[in-house]
């Protein structure tokens, strides 16, 4: 086994999604030591590709906007538009409408291109980067806080690495959960999703041409339909398991059979073939009982993970880690690196998710309709809109309020601080 020196880094990140590597690219570009751990090949897949307007912030202080809109691996998303079950389809809600500012282009990316750009800045910036290399266990020190991870390289070498500070952006593997058992599921949103990709099939043009559409199905199922380059469709279902899987075995039976309860999906997808083997997983909504422990903090997916249906989970991934790399850096200024440095952090990472944890239930309230709300609260609009474009730093007890007359509006969930 090799061992690096105590003083080799100054911090050392688990996982190059892009939680993982705007903290590395930050921490790097002020100057830190940085190694950046993956265990994954590059170009692996990977899911999660709508991004929502407020993904811009920290892709502008990553300083990667003007990269992304002369990438080859992006179509430009202005809006959103919901399709009922009888196949009518609203209006598109456009960003621009709502906002002037230039965050109201996002995008729709390939993900595997996306995080390649990430990881490039990362290593632009300084940053160490250790390639097909699998963390294993964390590091201790005499006091029992986190000094480091011990990791297996291709070769199946171990090896140590060691810092002050390491950050699990592990991703849904959510290293720091697994090994200290603080996942938590988010009870009510036990879904399942069931994916794939098409070519050829139906997209809308000019400023259309990048539209998430939520199609609903019955029980608060929805289809996502995400136009991505080069033809591609990404096209998913999500609902309850025992809906999904009532009458039909196979998972190409049951994509099949939801196909054709949802008018709009069926002709979107009828002059198109599929491309792709189905992908699946399940149980996804979580909170890690701990953000943070001494020398250890956790971004991203690897703190916390909510239902898809809003396209939150790049942007939560990206501004968590602008906000750790602000606090590990402040930490590694003060010499001190004790969880409780770490309760800022997690109390502005909560605060962020817990609006649009909120939505996320109303959205599968068997009581609520967002078109009989707004008809109800045509002011709050604007408020719905914010929520959704991830503009979350911000009160919305007068939105929710309303909205709780409509649906059983979740507390926010009491876990998640610092071990302390
Ligand atoms: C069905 C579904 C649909 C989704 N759709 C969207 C969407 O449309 N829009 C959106 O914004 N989000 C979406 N998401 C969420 C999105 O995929 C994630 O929120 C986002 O990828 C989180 O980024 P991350 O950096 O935290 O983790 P990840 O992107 O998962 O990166 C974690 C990295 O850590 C690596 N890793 C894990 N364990 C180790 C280890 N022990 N050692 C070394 N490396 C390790 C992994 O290989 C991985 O590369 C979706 C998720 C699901 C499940």
């Known amino acids: 086994m090799t061992k690096n020196n105590a003083s080799d880094f100054d911090a050392i990140v688990i996982g190059a999604g892009p939680a993982g590597t705007t903290v590395a690219s930050l921490l790097a570009e002020a ?44 179509v430009p998303k202005n809006s959103v538009q919901f399709a009922g079950i009888d196949g009518k389809v609203s209006r598109p809600y456009y960003f621009f409408d709502h906002t002037e500012h230039p965050c109201a282009k996002t995008w729709q990316v390939v993900r595997k291109d996306f995080d390649q750009l990430m990881l490039d800045n990362a ?19 005499a006091g029992g806080g986190v000094s480091g991870v011990r990791c297996t390289n291709p070769e199946g070498e171990e090896h140590e690495l060691q810092a002050p500070v390491t950050i699990d952006a592990s991703g849904r593997e959510a290293f720091s959960q697994t090994r200290n058992g603080w996942r938590v599921p988010d009870e009510k949103l036990r879904k399942l999703a ?27 199922g929805w289809f996502w339909y995400i136009p991505l380059p080069n033809d591609r469709v990404s096209i998913g279902v999500v609902a309850e398991k025992e809906y999904l899987f009532k009458r039909s075995n196979t998972i190409q039976e049951i994509f099949e059979r939801e196909v054709g309860v949802q008018e709009w999906i069926q002709k979107r997808l009828e002059p198109g073939r599929r491309v792709e083997d189905f992908r699946i997983t399940s149980d996804f909504s979580y909170r890690s009982r701990h953000c943070a422990a001494e020398g250890l903090v956790l971004v991203g997916d690897a703190f916390s993970f909510l239902d898809p249906v809003f396209s939150s ?16 850096e402040a930490a590694l200024q003060a010499g001190d690196y004790s969880a409780s440095r770490f309760e800022d952090y997690g109390t502005a990472f909560r605060q962020q998710m817990e609006p649009m944890r909120r939505l996320v239930h109303a959205f599968y309230d068997e009581d609520f309709n967002f078109g009989e709300f707004l008809r109800r609260y045509p002011d709050f609009r604007s408020d719905l809109t914010d929520c959704l474009i991830g503009h979350l730093d911000r009160d919305y007890s007068p939105f929710f309020e309303a909205v709780g007359q409509f649906a059983d509006v979740p507390e926010p969930l009491p876990h998640g601080g610092p071990q302390l």
């Open 31 to 74: 100057g830190r030591r940085v190694a950046l751990v993956e265990k994954e090949p590059i170009g692996s897949y990977k899911v999660g590709e709508s991004l929502i307007p407020f993904c811009w912030y920290p892709l502008q202080r990553l300083g990667l906007v003007e990269a992304l809109d002369e990438s080859g691996f992006v």
């Open 123 to 141: 290593l632009a910036k300084g940053v160490q980067f250790f390639a097909e290399t699998e963390v294993k266990a964390f590091l201790k020190n």
């Open 313 to 328: 989970g790049v942007y939560f991934a990206l501004m968590s880690g602008v906000m750790a790399a602000d606090a590990v």
């Open 194 to 220: 069931i994916w794939t990709y098409y070519e050829g099939a139906l997209r809308d043009e000019g400023v259309d041409e990048g539209t998430t559409t939520i199609a609903y199905l019955p029980e608060k």
